[in-house]
């Protein structure tokens, strides 16, 4: 039902279902804005401040060393090892630690999902726009396989271009 060259995007029965230009119930561009994964939601902005944030606080010798400091569960980038600090100092006991599962993961996938796809495992990001190819604000794929940058200009102007494809659909 995904048909990006006709401006179908996910869910676009039930999108249409509420597109009445008489009585909306959405304004379009709430109507027709993309999914996003739950973390994901909060705008890239802050995401993205966060990773800058994270590498501040953490330096490349903290994070060669992070398998001895944390070696269950190792943080495998910046912001994993920062927010695992944080974690630590509210949580220390082991018992609060084994309850958060580990692994690598993308976009809400569990770590054998990562495992079966070898473009998952590739990328560390758990970002929704870590899965390259799937996501209409992934990150580019660089020559070395790892991400690079968005794709997209800006979110606004994703709906927009949505938006005006399904107005001329319909």
Request: a neutral charge; one cysteine or more; glycine letters at 8%.
């Amino acid at each position: 039902m995904i048909r990006p060259d006709l401006g179908r995007i996910e869910k676009w029965v039930l999108r249409k279902a509420f597109d009445d230009d008489q009585k909306p119930y959405l304004p379009k561009h709430i109507l027709y804005r993309l999914k996003e994964q739950f973390s994901d939601g909060v705008g890239y902005s802050w995401i993205d401040g966060l990773k800058d944030h994270a590498n501040k606080q953490v330096t490349d010798s903290m994070l060669m060393n992070t398998s001895f400091v944390y070696p269950e569960n190792t943080a495998t980038t910046k912001e994993g090892y920062y927010y695992r600090t944080i974690f630590e100092k509210y949580f220390p006991k082991n018992a609060a630690r084994s309850t958060v599962p580990g692994g690598p993961s993308v976009a809400c996938s569990t770590e054998k999902a990562v495992e079966w796809d070898a473009e998952l495992f590739k990328n560390p990001d758990p970002s929704g726009r870590a899965a390259l190819g799937i996501h209409a604000a992934a990150y580019e794929e660089s020559k070395d396989g790892k991400a690079g940058s968005l794709v997209s200009d800006s979110p606004q102007k994703l709906v927009k271009g949505v938006a005006e494809k399904v107005a001329a659909v319909v």
